[in-house]
T-cell receptor, first 111, second 113 residues
């Protein structure tokens, strides 16, 4: 069974600092890894998708890395802003099109 | 382009009542799935479908039924609602196993009293 862990569960940072969010998964046989953002009471918004053959993916201030062999991914958010406050979810696609999610990193950016 | 549409957004049920959560996608995606999200538990897979006429159980299927008669629609049925089914439900879709991203609906917040 694929298990996904996100550390830390919650963190607060001052505005302007870089954010580093970690995700680990137990089975390296994945098709891709996806990072989502979820605001309170809202749905999931896809941020970045990393294919299993890729090492990293970038979009604006966001950069995600993937080390499939060690079962790890890291999401970097540069120069954090109060609008980055949200819960960030990591999910891996594996098996018969199954997505396994971590429990999320709850982020608060303090102005 | 609507993406993945879920209805209703909110619902309150009494224990023992039945209802259907609707999910529709307009991206011609083969794969569709239902998740529930509970505090401290993350998102857990209930049922999924790899195409019209094909469904399978996920991690927490008990108490839920699904069918997939068309590519576009994937309804989730609660036959006899229980308080333990109070949760936020999300529907997702993605293309066949070509490593494309999954798209999610906005969720249905269900309370069973």
């Amino acid at each position: 069974k694929q298990e996904v862990t996100q550390i830390p569960a919650a963190l607060s940072v001052p505005e302007g600092e870089n954010l580093v969010l970690n995700c680990s998964f137990t089975d390296s046989a994945i098709y891709n890894l996806q990072w989502f953002r979820q605001d309170p009471g809202k749905g999931l918004t896809s941020l970045l998708l990393i294919q299993s053959s890729q090492r990293e993916q970038t979009s604006g201030r966001l950069n995600a890395s993937l080390d499939k062999s060690s079962g790890r991914s890291t999401l970097y958010i540069a120069a954090s802003q109060p609008g980055d406050s949200a819960t960030y979810l990591c999910a891996v696609l594996y098996g018969n099109n199954r997505l396994a999610f971590g429990k999320g990193n709850q982020v608060v950016v303090i102005p | 382009n609507a993406g993945v549409t879920q209805t209703p957004k909110f619902q309150v049920l009494k224990t023992g009542q039945s209802m259907t959560l609707q999910c529709a996608q307009d991206m011609n995606h083969e794969y569709m799935s239902w998740y529930r999200q509970d505090p401290g538990m993350g998102l857990r897979l209930i049922h999924y479908s790899v195409g019209a006429g094909i469904t399978d159980q996920g991690e927490v299927p008990n108490g839920y039924n699904v069918s997939r008669s068309t590519t576009e629609d994937f309804p989730l049925r609660l036959l006899s609602a229980a308080p333990s089914q109070t949760s936020v439900y999300f529907c997702a879709s993605n293309r066949a196993r070509t490593s494309t991203e999954a798209f999610f609906g906005q969720g249905t917040r269900l309370t069973v009293v």
